[in-house]
């Protein structure tokens, strides 16, 4: 996951390169680990890391 994180990091340059697949991927990861950290007593967590998430358009690569 950090290889593929830092690949994302790297690629927001240049969102083409960015594979929607990783994208959707790492935004799941992120949703449940921040579900399981609000449920030892981080609330609004979940809705924090969604809004940092960034969005990425699905285009031909």
Known sequence: MKIAL???IADRQNP???KPELVSELAGLFEKAATK???IGEPGLAERVNGWMPSVESEPV
Do not use: A, F, H, M
């Open 6 to 8: 830092s690949n994302l």
């Open 16 to 18: 083409r390169r960015v």
């Open 37 to 39: 950290l609000e449920g």
